[in-house]
């Protein structure tokens, strides 16, 4: 199917990008993104505060981490409590009182991997509501308004997601429905002054898709783009592979935001291979399962060996439970009948991607991010030869060796 | 918390407590993990290593005023529990780590004045660092009695040392035990306004704004007949029911109230957040409902404490009581 050529792009979109540094070996850059509720230091972790809550932190704690963006949830809040509510909460930020920045998804991404009953068509996407069976149509045009609703500052333009496990002729279809889908966002928003609508790029695993749909995408003058349809059930190979083309192919000056990634090891490779945003609800729902990550790997502190260890999570960490209390502690808790050890384990696990995400920026800056990379696999494998061989690869593209 | 006073007390008071499981020389004790069994040894060394500054006594707690107890079985109780104190004043004596922690003694005995009042005189032979008033928990029906019983029994103790009651926690009776010379209680009303979803909103200012006072009274009487019918339906997996001295943010009229929970409260959920937020956080099931809640609920409590203790400084008990009463359903 043809793209019937509109770009209808923004007469001009702020630019909301500035670099402050770059690697001059791999991609690497270290920026500031001006947003209306502040500042954000890039590379940056976004953690996920789905129904405008960052699960069960206040939004002093998350301040207190040195957290200035957030991602909510549409498709969440469209349902409970919905946009007419929020809107007279004075947006999201004054319904969640969130002083700083907040990025919502579009809800596509949802609607897809939680409803069951969903359909997609040129339209948009029909579903059945799971809280009153009520059947909705979220199109590009509702999204975004829900999104004004909202008032974040960061918007997603609805996307038609893909598993990126599937194959075939739905996946052009798909990539070439959401360049037409961002035309509509585009036309549908109503506050672009203060609200800055992002385009995904799709195209699943096909490296031709990809291509087509960031040269068409690109030619819409939007303030930032994100590389959706990845992190999925994707080999990690063909991952690092579509980043890598896509960073290759979006403009310098404007932010990237890979969508869904947030594992350390996948954050330290995506920044190296040109990447400045990242969100996901790993750290964050570990935590809810026990689980404190560390710069070798992780926690389980539900188990039997922490029970008489009485050292803090991490020593070098300066975040309050680590500040506070002890492994030992937190195990006992564990197995407690009291919600009381999710706090601590959150606080802490949003703590660890915040300062990693500092430590790679330092690193940028004061450029020496290669050696920063050899010494962070060193401390995750063990060695840095030991990393995973997807991981080599994708940072030798980009000309960091690790042996 | 290094600064705060460590109080260790034998039964969580939010947890059930099956009877039956105490003998002439262990009481047991739930958890976790499931039952176990102390005898006096065991009691103490457990009390070694956890060192609170005052430890309730073991002690024999099923003779209550909650049922009719035969005077044998309310011997039997205030028999048990001063072996227990003797024998752990002597295990106290032997041991270094717990010459800085106190004992407090508990008074058993059921609802039988004859034995209330030997536990209490017997107790307070002993050298113990205050007194816990036991099993005065129980039923409206029996209120009149208790009272008087609590009466008794305080009216036997010394001046100059702490009196301690648990199982009571609720604002009305609170005051009446107040009344009753009892100083400190457990703070498991909150805890459990919270659990249920509730915010606690009852007024303790007994010296307010007169216009102030005719728009709490309508708010107030509102609020009582909605609750009067909403007690009907079903509650939460919260063991106890709702009261008047609360609001139940799940209900849909919060939805859209902007206001925070208590107008003029400190707390960081006050100064903070909205009822709408906290409704929408109870009906998405959030983490987050049930730590700002609790925030509130404590410092809404210790704020009716600290009218307390200002209205027996200047001598205006019965009006803060008058006020807690109209709020009582």
Not at chain 1, 60 to 84: K, M, S, V
Not at chain 2, 192 to 211: K, M, N, V
Request: hydrophobic share 35%.
């Amino acid at each position: 199917m043809a793209v019937v050529a509109s770009p209808t792009s923004l007469e001009s979109a702020p630019r909301i990008m500035k670099l402050v540094a770059e690697c001059s070996r791999s991609r690497a850059r270290a920026g500031e993104l001006r947003l209306p509720h502040g500042p954000v230091a890039t590379p940056v972790f976004m953690p996920v505060g789905t129904q405008a809550t960052m699960k069960g932190i206040t939004a002093e704690q998350l301040d207190a981490l040195g957290c200035r963006i957030c991602l909510g949830n549409t498709y969440h809040l469209g349902l409970r409590p919905g946009p007419e509510l929020i809107q007279k909460a004075r947006g999201l930020h004054g319904f969640m009182n969130w002083p700083h920045n907040l990025l919502t998804d579009s809800g596509g991404f949802q609607m897809v991997s939680l409803v069951s009953l969903s359909e997609v068509t040129e339209e948009g996407v029909r579903f059945r509501s799971p809280y009153d069976g009520d059947e909705t149509l979220l199109s590009p045009e509702r999204s975004v308004e829900i999104q004004n609703a909202l008032g974040s500052d960061i918007i997603m333009q609805l996307d038609d997601v893909v598993s990126s496990t599937v194959t075939g002729p739905r996946v052009e279809e798909a990539m070439y429905r959401s360049i037409r889908w961002l035309d509509r966002c585009i036309a549908a928003h109503q506050r672009p002054d203060k609200q800055n609508l992002f385009a995904i790029i799709q195209g699943g695993l096909d490296a031709d898709l990809r291509a087509t749909c960031l040269e068409e995408m690109t030619k819409r003058d939007v303030p930032g783009f994100a590389i959706g349809g990845l992190s999925g059930g994707e080999s990690k190979g063909q991952f690092w592979r579509m980043v890598a083309l896509s960073t290759s192919r979006l403009p310098k000056d404007k932010p990237r935001y890979l969508m869904g990634v947030g594992y350390a090891t996948d954050l330290v490779v995506c920044v190296a291979l040109g990447c400045d945003m990242f969100d996901c609800v790993f750290p964050t729902r570990t935590a809810r399962f026990g689980s404190a990550l560390v710069p070798t790997g992780n926690l389980q502190l539900k188990k039997k060996q922490y029970e008489k260890d009485f050292r803090p999570i991490d020593p070098e960490c300066a975040c309050p439970t680590c500040q506070k209390h002890s492994r030992a502690f937190l195990h006992t808790l564990l197995h407690s009948d009291n919600t009381a050890a999710l706090h601590h384990l959150t606080v802490h696990n949003i703590a660890y991607q915040l300062r990693l995400m500092s430590a790679v920026r330092a690193s940028i800056v004061e450029k020496r991010f290669p050696d920063f990379v050899r010494d962070f696999m060193g401390t995750m494998y063990g060695d840095p030869t030991l990393c995973p061989s997807w991981a080599t690869e994708a940072l030798a593209s980009v000309g960091i060796t690790l042996g | 918390m290094p600064e705060s006073l460590l109080y260790c007390s034998l039964h969580d008071p939010v947890s059930p407590c099956p009877a039956g499981y105490v003998t002439n020389k262990s009481v047991s004790v739930w958890g976790v993990g499931g039952r176990v069994e102390m005898t006096a040894s065991k009691f103490m060394a457990i009390q070694q290593a956890l060192q609170p500054d005052w430890f309730q006594c073991l002690s024999d707690g099923e003779a209550t005023c909650d049922e009719a107890t035969s005077i044998k079985r309310a011997r039997k109780s205030v028999d048990r529990s001063l072996l227990f104190l003797d024998n752990c004043l002597k295990l106290q004596e032997e041991s270094e780590v717990l010459q800085k922690s106190m004992i407090i003694g508990v008074i058993e005995g059921g609802d039988v004045m004859e034995e209330r009042l030997r536990s209490a005189r017997e107790t307070a032979k002993r050298p113990v660092g205050g007194f816990l008033l036991d099993g005065f928990q129980g039923t409206p029906t029996t209120l009149e009695t208790r009272l008087h019983l609590l009466s008794s029994v305080t009216a036997e103790l010394p001046e100059h040392k702490p009196r301690l009651i648990c199982g009571v926690s609720q604002p009305d009776e609170v005051l009446e035990c107040i009344e009753r010379g009892v100083d400190l209680f457990e703070s498991f009303f909150p805890y459990q306004a919270t659990e249920r979803g509730c915010a606690l909103t009852f007024s303790f200012d007994y010296q307010p704004i007169p216009e102030e006072t005719l728009l709490q009274q309508n708010g107030t009487q509102e609020e009582v007949n909605y609750v009067d019918q909403t007690k009907k339906s079903k509650t939460t997996s919260c063991n106890q029911e709702m009261t008047s001295f609360e609001i139940n943010l799940k209900e849909k009229k919060y939805q859209e109230d902007f206001d925070p929970l208590v107008r003029g409260c400190r707390c960081y959920c006050c100064k903070n957040h909205t009822r709408a937020y906290l409704h929408h956080l109870l009906v998405t099931n959030e983490l987050l409902a049930g730590v700002l809640l609790m925030m509130h609920n404590f410092e809404h409590y210790f704020g009716f404490f600290q009218a307390i203790r200002e209205a027996l400084k200047s001598d205006r008990l019965a009006q803060l009581k008058e006020l807690i009463h109209r709020q009582a359903s």
